[in-house]
């Protein structure tokens, strides 16, 4: 039987370490870590995403600046807005829900976010810093997926990793996590031939393609750690990118869906927001396991 990579356990222990490290900077900061985000229009989805984060902010110690606009909100006003919290001292952290109404660009609107306040760590200057190792907020969705491997202690260095999907939001940023832990990787897409003779290689299999139930037992070498980031709604139940019920017997270690790494994503956008914070006030955080 896999062992289970509990997101939602491991998000609640690094809730309670922000925790500690915000009452412990409070007095030299003398003001609480500041999170805004800032929702464009009523996609329902997106509601839920961002009452979700905004309450995990109330359970650490975040301020929570919410700024919910009309979908038709001039991309004038939204940068504005933008402007704003980038010069206002007591925002740390500032996330731009995706998906915007259509009409409004995301590109101009990521781009004037400022970088040390990229919550996200989406902005093309924290991609790079990523890309050359240098220190800055990270993606938070491959964060959390390095955050529930090494909590659980799967080798990382000199394994055959696999990564399904090159986004920019969790596949790209994956794979250089990945490498700079010292695995071999591979990246697969939409593509790639003989997707299964691939994802068969891996060690480690990250999955996140947006196709519901995509991988199966065929995909699996048996053994192999198995994560899935894809979420998705099929006849009223949640699933993943990973045919969970075919999969689990195969593999070593595996995320659920729900429970795997969505929680993950929501912490590592508080671990974002915490360290800029701690930066701003110049204040020493015990994060940096949590920084890939
Ligand atoms: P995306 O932007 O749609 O990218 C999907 C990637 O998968 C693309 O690179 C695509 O290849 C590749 N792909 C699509 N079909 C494929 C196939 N049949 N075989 C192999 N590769 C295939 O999606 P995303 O933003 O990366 O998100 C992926 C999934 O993760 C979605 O279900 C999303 O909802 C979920 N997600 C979850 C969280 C979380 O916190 N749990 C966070 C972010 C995303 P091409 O590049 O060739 O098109």
Do not use: F
Request: charged share 20%; glycine share 10%; aromatic share 2%.
């Amino acid at each position: 039987m896999a062992t289970l990579l509990d997101g939602r356990r491991l998000a609640a222990e690094i809730e309670r370490r922000l925790g500690a490290v915000i009452s412990d900077g409070l007095e030299v900061a003398g003001r609480a870590p500041g999170l805004a985000v800032l929702r464009i229009g009523d996609d329902p989805a997106s509601g839920v995403y961002v009452a979700n984060k905004e309450k995990a902010c109330d359970r650490v110690g975040i301020r929570s600046h919410g700024g919910h606009l009309a979908a038709d909100t001039p991309a004038g006003e939204v940068l504005a807005l933008i402007r704003r919290l980038n010069a206002d001292p007591t925002v740390d952290g500032i996330l731009l829900q995706l998906p915007l109404p259509q009409g409004l660009a995301e590109e101009p609107l990521l781009a004037a976010i400022d970088p040390d306040k990229d919550a996200d760590g989406l902005h093309t200057l924290n991609l790079g810093r990523l890309l050359k190792g240098e220190r800055g907020p990270r993606s938070c969705t491959p964060a959390g997926v390095m955050a529930l491997l090494r909590c659980a202690d799967v080798p990382i260095s000199g394994a055959q990793a696999v990564v399904v999907g090159r986004s920019i939001l969790v596949g790209k940023p994956m794979a250089l996590m990945l490498q700079a832990a010292d695995a071999t990787v591979t990246v697969a897409h939409s593509r790639t031939h003989h997707l299964w003779e691939v994802t068969r290689q891996a060690d480690l299999l990250v999955v996140a393609a947006g196709r519901p139930q995509l991988i199966g037992a065929v995909h699996v070498k048996p053994g192999a750690v198995v994560v899935d980031v894809g979420i998705h709604r099929v006849d009223g139940r949640l699933c993943g990118d990973v045919n969970y019920e075919t999969v689990e017997p195969l593999a070593s270690a595996i995320t659920p869906v729900p429970g795997g790494v969505g929680p993950m994503t929501v912490a590592m956008l508080l671990v974002n927001t915490v360290v800029a914070w701690c930066h701003r006030h110049g204040l020493d955080h015990p994060l940096a396991d949590l920084l890939p």
